[in-house]
Structures are given as C-alpha cells and as structure tokens.
C-alpha cells in the first residue's frame, strides 16, 4: 500500500495557508479593483473567496490500496470520464474537464477508487493541464509500478481562454501520456484509444 502525499514534478510548492492574511490581501484586492465589500451580500466575498482557493488547491494525501491478482487479469482496467476542476497557475481561471486512466495490470491491481483519487489529487494546486496529465501517469506508475503500460487522457476547457483572451468559446484542450507498452506499441494505444471512447487516431 503506498501513501500518496506530493506530486511528482509539481509546478508549485504550497505552504501552510494563513488564512487570516489571506482574507486580509483579498479585502485590499476587490478594494483595488473598485469592489465596494461594505454592500451587504459582499461583506464575506474576501473570506469565501480564500475559503475556496484554500479548499481546491490543497490535495489530501490518500492511500492507493492495492490486491493481488488472482485471476490474473491481462486486460485493460479503465475508468472513463473521471471529472475535475483545476486552477490555472497563470491566471487563477478555473479549467474544468475529465481525464480517462488505465493500465495493463501485472501481479497487482489497484482499486478502482483511486483511478479517481489520482485525477482529484494532480489536479490541486496551481495547476497547468500537461503537468496534470504526466503527474496523474507519474503517480499511476508509483503505486503500480509492475503493470504492462498505462495511458492518460485529459480534456479541458480553460475559462482563462474562453471567458478572456482569445475568448474561444466552446474550445476544449486535450493532452494525453503514455507509458510502457502504449508508448511503444502503436496497436496497444489503439485498443486503449478504442476502450477510452475515443476516435483519434494513436
């Protein structure tokens, strides 16, 4: 069983909040930017405000369980459409999506929760979304690091490109990381491309 408690490759280190400095910067922020806080349904937006960001940028470590594989599973263990929402390391836009994880299994298997709790914890954090998709990879590898390969898949729409900017409406960002055979063996990204749901070519 193994604890996952950093990232591998992590763009940002978080310290311990001070959440009461915090608030603090955020009142001096809104003021800044001609926010009046003393409106009534404003008077709380600084603390709620750091309450939040506090919130989705701290992962929590969590215990990737592991079982044996007795009936020896040779094929794709997949979980689709895993869905999460990150913020933007350059502008503290959310980017909101949903990653496909799998891996060909070896001796062991890992439980299908943590596919999930995977995603949920590379995606804490000040975030970019190829350092999310190579750290989910990154962190499958860690707690099964006998499986036969594995793949990652990560779709986006970044609110920092479609509400400002470019303003692109209705654009979607995908990235993807191989690992062991699927790096190497076009046929088996193929299968894994195929049991994703995905039409692309590998």
């Not at 349904?41 to 470590?61: C, D, F, I, K, N």
Request: charged fraction near 20%; glycine fraction near 8%.
């Amino acid at each position: 069983m193994t604890v996952i408690e950093t990232r591998p490759s992590a763009p940002v280190q978080m310290a311990r909040p001070d959440v009461a400095a915090a608030v603090a910067a955020a009142e001096r922020m809104l003021a800044a930017l001609g926010v009046d806080t003393q409106v009534e349904h404003l008077r709380r937006t600084a603390e709620r405000m750091v309450l939040s960001y506090g919130e989705v940028l701290t992962p929590a470590p969590f215990e990737a369980t592991d079982f044996v594989n007795d009936a020896k599973h040779q094929g794709f263990v997949i979980v689709r459409d895993v869905a999460f929402a990150a913020i933007c390391a350059h502008h503290l836009l959310p980017f909101v999506g949903s990653a496909t994880v799998g891996y060909l299994p070896g001796a062991r298997l890992l439980g299908l929760s943590k596919l999930t709790r995977l995603v949920e914890h590379a995606t804490r954090g000040l975030q970019v979304q190829e350092n999310v998709t190579q750290q989910i990879a990154d962190g499958l590898q860690q707690v099964v690091p006998d499986n036969g390969g594995m793949g990652v898949i990560v779709e986006a729409e970044h609110l920092c490109m479609t509400l400002r900017g470019a303003k692109a409406r209705g654009a979607s960002t995908v990235t993807s990381a191989w690992r062991g055979a699927l790096e190497r063996d076009v046929s088996v990204r193929s299968e894994f491309l195929s049991l994703a749901g995905r039409g692309w070519r590998p």
